[in-house]
């Protein structure tokens, strides 16, 4: 099953929600369109399982990066630069599914906009953890407000996103050098 959710995650993020059709659907994941009704009651419901998975590897992604730091400066440095390695190349270019799902969906569908509020409220809070961290080993001045600096952060971070996605050329180690001068 999460061999053929990454697949349709894989669709979603290229074509969006209204673009991709069960067809798509099928084609990508390999199944039959009645496996996948089986399994579905409908392309919403692939699409929602989608999304879950989606976040759920990104989140880990997030977090192994930030593991590699020795404190919290290079942790949250570290999850800035994973942000930038996702939005460009062939991997920018498919976009992100929460991005995707903000702009598409969350205007019309509660659910999907309660998803993708709670997931950049996730990221939000992991990013203001990372600081208070730094804070707290001294590698990150005091002054720094955590939670404005994190909500600052998840703009600049879903920005890179978009702009991985409509193939802009980024300049990633200068963005995040710029970045962590917030944190001077």
């Not at 001045?141 to 909500?151: E, G, K, L, N, S």
């Amino acid at each position: 099953m999460d061999v053929a959710l990454d697949r349709a995650v894989r669709v979603f993020r290229e074509r969006g929600y209204h673009a991709t059709s069960i067809g798509d659907l099928t084609e990508a994941m390999e199944l039959a369109t009645g496996s996948i009704y089986k399994a579905f009651p409908d392309k919403r419901a692939v699409f929602l399982a989608a999304f879950e998975r989606y976040t759920a590897l990104r989140q880990h992604e997030i977090r192994r990066a930030a593991a590699e730091g020795t404190c919290g400066r290079d942790r949250l440095r570290n999850v800035l630069l994973s942000y930038v390695e996702a939005s460009q190349g062939s991997e920018g270019r498919r976009g992100c599914l929460v991005v995707g799902s903000a702009v598409e969906l969350a205007a019309r569908d509660p659910e999907i906009a309660s998803r993708v509020a709670a997931q950049l409220k996730s990221n939000e809070g992991f990013i203001a953890g990372l600081i208070r961290e730094g804070q707290a080993d001294g590698s990150v001045p005091a002054r720094v407000d955590p939670d404005d600096t994190a909500r600052l952060m998840i703009c600049m971070t879903q920005g890179l996103r978009v702009v991985g996605k409509a193939r802009l050329p980024l300049d990633g180690g200068r963005i995040v050098t710029v970045a962590m001068k917030l944190l001077a």
